[in-house]
């Protein structure tokens, strides 16, 4: 590059909404120009460049060793990354703080500043001592100081504690970017408009976590019910089921009546696993709440509109092969355009209303984008629908299905809807959830039909055994089941990934069961497809505890993200929950991201073929990561059970 008066690694902060977190960049200093690097090859663009003629001041601060503060005019226009530009479009910023290795090269930088800089007398004033606030901790506010508002607010809820920051300031940033970018709590605060909104900081886990987790107990427990297994505290939950829609159930034989607990069984709980459930159900059901209010907030027509995608961490495919050019699924945008995608999911799904197919039997599940029914196929549509007669699949009168109806106006992100629509449709797979057709009637409303998987989701089994086992000393499924699970879960993941397509949300919840003991892998709206043309994705999706660090670190990942959530399901199936979950889910960001493989509590309840298995899932260096096809290989799979030998743990439902 020419015209380079100066140029070195220096540490830098910004007097603004990161205000307390150095940077290592590689400074360079021009005839016109300040610019900060993230490296020292200058092919890429810089974070920042300061225009020299905006530069009012450079005087030396006793903020950190070897340091100097420039002060500078901000309405010049500096070039700015888009990454940047959000926020230093949003606040005045006057300072820049820069930190150098020695003293020698502190004074070599005043210097060569001074001399270009034309609002400067060309003398420096190197021993001007200021006392700026920097980040700490005010036992007196009982809180930190020196950050920006919301994050203020969430550290005084969240269990991070000052020794953690001191531990590791930076996972602790991470975590706090993370769960602020994946709430969008940058949307809520700034929408003064709407009195109602709560503005509390959040307490729990991200919206998909809590609709994800608190989903599955909702459905857990409306099945406890039906089957008579009730805890006095069940009843909460039954009313918050929503009764299933009238326009839908015209001459069918739902009966919700059936879903009252039966006094007898309730013996089968224990006094202490009864505790135990209620203080989880009590905080999954203020996590419910949580997830209410934030949806009712997202999908309001008065919000503003999104700040610009957060941080982006790159999906990529870690073996580099070419992508498959498809590029059908949609990426998770803040602009859901309801015409594309409903004119998009018209490629799928059959236009015309099914009702008069399908008699209802029972509500099967509360999902957060709408209800799943067990389904009886009384009519079979008129087969001049190309979309009905091209399908694999052949429909038979009488036949049990499961059907998901979805309120396409309620959704505020349509696009996962989508996706789960275009993945099932492309994915048929004795791993994978079976779809069998879908419908859109009068642009409103989706009805997804697919296999019924009557066993249920892995977690209603844990969870089942867990409250069986009173003594909780073993794990929920012994070593063979365990080994057949994932067996079979990796099956289903080898030919997504087989086909670029990452789940990015496997966890209990997520792989349902038949009554044959079947396994099957459920739940595509997080899927990612990788394209050639698109192989970077701006979202950060999944479910917190079962996440891999490269994704709350918001680095580049690619497919091995589901290996690492294979390997949290296996801790689950062994410790009976996954790592951190008694954790306040931004305590759980940060320990995921600073303590790298979680430590199994139970280790000596399962064999060396497990834990090494374990071992190879959780690295948290993804290229010492095992891949799918690799796993398939550990001894721990050769332990697998049959689907016969499995079905007796279905016996709970
Ligand atoms: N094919 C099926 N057979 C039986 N039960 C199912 C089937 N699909 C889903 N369910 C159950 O219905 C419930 C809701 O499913 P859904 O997939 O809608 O949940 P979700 O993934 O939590 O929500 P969403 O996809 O709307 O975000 C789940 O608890 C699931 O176990």
Redesign the pocket.
């Known amino acids: 590059m020419k015209g380079i008066k100066r140029e070195g690694w220096i540490s830098y902060k910004a007097d603004g909404m990161f205000s307390f977190l150095w940077q290592k960049r590689y400074l360079v200093l021009n005839d016109s120009y300040l610019s900060f690097y993230k490296s020292n090859r200058f092919s890429e663009e810089p974070v920042l460049s300061v225009a020299l003629t905006s530069i009012t001041n450079v005087s030396r601060i006793q903020l950190k060793q070897n340091c100097f503060e420039i002060l500078r005019l901000t309405d010049q226009k500096d070039n700015v990354s888009p990454i940047n530009s959000y926020f230093y479009e949003s606040n005045s910023r006057k300072s820049i703080f820069i930190s150098t290795g020695t003293e020698q090269d502190l004074h070599g930088w005043l210097d060569a500043i001074f001399a270009k800089c034309p609002l400067l007398s060309g003398v420096s004033s190197p021993t001007n001592f200021t006392h700026k606030v920097h980040v700490g901790y005010d036992p007196k506010v009982g809180n930190f100081v020196g950050v920006p508002d919301s994050w203020a607010k969430l550290l005084q809820t969240s269990e991070i504690t000052y020794d953690d920051w001191n531990r590791n300031s930076k996972a602790v940033i991470t975590a706090l970017q993370f769960y602020e970018d994946y709430n969008g709590l940058g949307t809520i605060e700034t929408n003064k408009s709407n009195p109602s909104l709560d503005l509390k900081p959040l307490k729990s886990p991200t919206k998909y976590i809590v609709?994800?987790r608190t989903?599955?107990i909702k459905?857990s427990l409306s099945k406890t019910l039906r089957k008579g297994k009730a805890d006095s505290i069940l009843p909460v939950y039954q009313s918050e089921l929503k009764p299933f829609p009238r326009s839908a159930v015209n001459n069918n034989s739902i009966n919700l009546e059936d879903e009252k607990p039966h006094e007898n069984d309730r013996m089968y709980a224990s006094r202490e696993n009864a505790t135990n459930l209620r203080t989880k159900q009590l905080k999954r059901k203020e996590q419910q709440a949580i997830q209410h209010h934030l949806q009712k907030h997202d999908s309001s027509a008065t919000l503003k509109p999104r700040r610009v995608a957060p941080m982006a961490p790159v999906a990529k495919f870690h073996d580099g092969k070419a992508k498959i050019p498809k590029g059908n699924l949609l990426e998770l945008k803040d602009a859901d355009d309801s015409e594309e995608i409903i004119m998009k999911m018209k490629t799928v799904a059959i236009d015309v209303n099914p009702r008069p197919y399908f008699q209802m039997i029972e509500k099967?599940?509360?999902?957060?984008?709408?209800a799943?029914y067990?389904s009886k196929r009384i009519k079979l549509p008129q087969k001049n629908d190309s979309k009905f007669l091209n399908s694999h699949c052949d429909r038979i009168i009488e036949e049990r299905v499961?059907i998901?109806q979805i309120h396409l106006s309620e959704q505020p992100k349509k696009q996962?809807i989508m996706n789960?629509l275009l993945v099932m449709n492309d994915s048929h797979h004795e791993n994978i959830?079976n779809f069998l057709e879908a419908y859109i009637i009068d642009d409103e409303e989706l009805w997804v039909v697919?296999?019924?998987?009557?066993g249920?989701?892995l977690t209603d089994i844990l969870d089942a055994t867990a409250e069986v086992d009173a003594s909780n000393k073993s794990s929920p499924l012994n070593e063979n089941q365990m080994a057949y699970i994932i067996k079979e879960t990796c099956q289903g993941l080898k030919f997504l990934h087989d086909n670029k397509i990452i789940h990015r949300d496997i966890k209990s919840?997520?792989i349902?069961l038949n009554s044959q003991g079947l396994v099957k892998i459920?739940?595509f709206?997080f899927c990612v497809e990788l394209t050639e043309k698109r192989s970077k994705r701006a979202t950060m999706v999944g479910t917190p505890y079962w996440m891999a660090p490269e994704i709350v670190n918001q680095k580049g990942y690619g497919e091995k993200v589901d290996v690492w959530s294979l390997g949290i399901m296996l801790i689950e199936m062994i410790d009976g929950e996954p790592p951190y979950l008694n954790e306040d889910p931004l305590k759980a960001l940060f320990l995921i991201a600073n303590n790298g493989s979680p430590i199994l509590r139970r280790a000596e309840l399962v064999s060396e073929k497990t834990r090494q298995f374990l071992d190879a899932c959780l690295q948290v260096n993804v290229e010492l990561r095992a891949s799918v096809g690799e796993l398939l290989m550990f001894d721990f799979l050769l332990l697998a059970c049959s689907p016969e030998e499995f079905k007796p743990t279905l016996k709970w439902y």
């Open positions: 609709n994800k989903n599955s459905r099967a599940g509360q999902g957060a984008s709408g799943v067990l499961a998901k996962l789960e959830v697919m296999e019924y998987m009557e249920g989701c919840d997520n349902l459920t739940d709206g």
